[in-house]
Nanobody, 131 residues
């Protein structure tokens, strides 16, 4: 089974930066997308970015500015997907989740940011930005 574990959150002052990590394992055959999403209290889950961990192509939500950068590193049995966030703002305070799903770009089913379709989820990591 695919398993995801998000980490790297914490309390940061506005203007600071964080690098979130999503350790993913259990990918077997085919291509997979891993995405980062966040959910602030009282708000709906918001998409940030996703990456094809096989070829490193990326997709960012239109609402995301240049402050977010997604990347991935493939090891023997795991993939780690990073989300670098700079110039943090109090409104970035949220629980950040990583999700994964199998994709088939050669069939027209490539990267997307529809969280309701992602099959696998990590437990989330809290990011709190103080002003």
């Amino acid at each position: 089974d695919v398993q995801l574990q998000a980490s790297g959150g914490g309390l940061v002052q506005a203007g600071g930066s964080l690098r979130l990590s999503c350790a993913a394992s259990g990918f077997t055959g085919g291509e997979y997308a891993v995405g980062w999403f966040r959910q602030a209290p009282g708000k709906e889950r918001e998409a940030i970015s996703c990456i094809n961990v096989n070829d490193s192509t990326t997709l960012y939500a239109e609402s995301v500015t240049g402050r977010f950068t997604i990347s991935s590193v493939n090891a023997k049995a795991t993939v780690t997907v990073y989300l670098q966030v700079i110039s943090l703002k109090p409104e970035d305070t949220a629980v950040y989740y990583c999700g994964a799903e199998s994709i088939s770009p050669w069939l027209g089913y490539g990267l997307h940011l529809r969280s309701e379709v992602y099959d696998y989820w990590g437990q989330g990591t809290q990011v709190t930005v103080s002003s």
